[in-house]
């Protein structure tokens, strides 16, 4: 079975704090693939980030950074110095080998100046 | 660069009626995916096609068909709409079917059944 679970809800910050937001996955796969979307209020889904299975070398881009964990099956989403514009909802996100993306429940962030 | 392009941006159907929804992939991309985002949901996979077969099919009511032309675009085509049907719905282009490559999604397009 496939499933994704984000069990934050909502998380509210002020402005320049930093903000993590989890994700659990469960695949009976070897390989996979993780996502990270962001869709803010005008609906759109934008593209964050993708690490395959194998790839447990975690990465900072800019403000953001992500932590990958098999032992504990964990793809989290780290924002440092958050502003104003972050505020969206964030959804991760699970491919097998099939392809289709199996998406979790999101986690709406608001970031209050 | 080119992206995903998806007509109408916006439809408003009465219950029963029908609506086609386009999606235009990226240029070279042979694999289309179709979701569905319900009010406060996560999007939801519904179909996807890979050089023109259908590759792939999830949770897509019968009401609902969807194809892919010899140019790769797709349509996805809904019959005896009904309330629960309003959504926003996504397409997404991808380069080849091996698992993970990156799903381009377009702006989608906002259907309301009234």
Request: charge should be negative.
């Amino acid at each position: 079975a496939q499933k994704v679970t984000q069990a934050q809800t909502e998380i509210s910050v002020v402005e320049k704090e930093d903000v993590t937001l989890d994700c659990v996955y469960e695949t009976r796969d070897t390989t996979y693939y993780l996502f990270w979307y962001k869709q803010p209020p005008s609906g759109e889904l934008v593209f964050l980030i993708r690490r395959n299975s194998f790839d447990e070398q975690n990465e900072i881009s800019g403000r953001y950074s992500w932590n990958f964990q098999k032992s504990t099956s964990s793809f989290n989403f780290t924002i440092t110095a958050s502003q104003v514009v972050d505020s969206a909802v964030y959804f991760c996100a699970l491919s097998e080998v099939a392809d289709k993306l199996i998406f979790g429940t999101g986690t709406r962030l608001q970031v209050f100046p | 660069a080119a992206g995903v392009i998806q007509s109408p941006r916006h439809l408003i159907k009465e219950k029963r009626e029908t609506a086609t929804l386009k999606c235009y992939p990226i240029p070279r991309h042979d694999t289309v995916y179709w979701y569905q985002q319900g009010p406060g949901q996560d999007p939801q996979f519904l179909i996807s096609f890979y050089e023109k077969m259908q590759s792939d099919k999830g949770s897509i009511p019968d009401r609902f068909s969807a194809q892919q032309f010899s140019d790769y675009h797709s349509e996805l085509n809904m019959s005896s709409l009904e309330l629960g049907d309003s959504a926003l719905y996504f397409c997404a282009s991808s380069l080849g079917l091996a698992g993970g490559d990156e799903q381009f999604f377009g702006p989608g397009t906002r259907l309301t059944v009234l």
